[in-house]
């Protein structure tokens, strides 16, 4: 299965990565590399991780408070945000269509 990005969400990974990078030379890239392989097993076990509404689970990232919020779409996993766990936990609910709540 492949994966896709809501341009939402990739701006939320650009500004975690950049965040981390500023904290901490290399740090951003550390981020960078644990979401990666929060999708490898989103996209491995697309069913395995925590209903968050209708059509939407999150994945936890390793090492970083933060969460994949995605769904499983026809043909791909549609990547809906990158979400820190520590502030708004509903503002991605407005990136999904109201079908999927």
């Not at 059509?55 to 390793?62: E, F, H, M, T, Y």
């Not at 933060?66 to 779409?73: A, C, T, V």
């Not at 820190?84 to 999927?100: A, S, V």
């Amino acid at each position: 299965m492949t994966y896709k990005f809501l341009p939402e969400a990739e701006i939320d990974l650009l500004t975690a990565v950049g965040y981390y990078e500023d904290c901490e030379p290399f740090l951003g890239i550390d981020m960078a590399i644990e979401v990666d392989r929060a999708i490898a097993r989103i996209v491995k076990f697309p069913a395995a991780w925590t209903p968050l509404s209708k059509d939407c689970r999150r994945c936890l990232v390793g090492r970083f408070p933060y969460g994949i919020i995605y769904s499983i779409e026809f043909d791909c996993i549609l990547i809906i945000s990158i979400m820190n766990l520590h502030r708004h936990p509903d503002y991605w609910k407005k990136r999904i269509r109201p079908e999927q709540n």
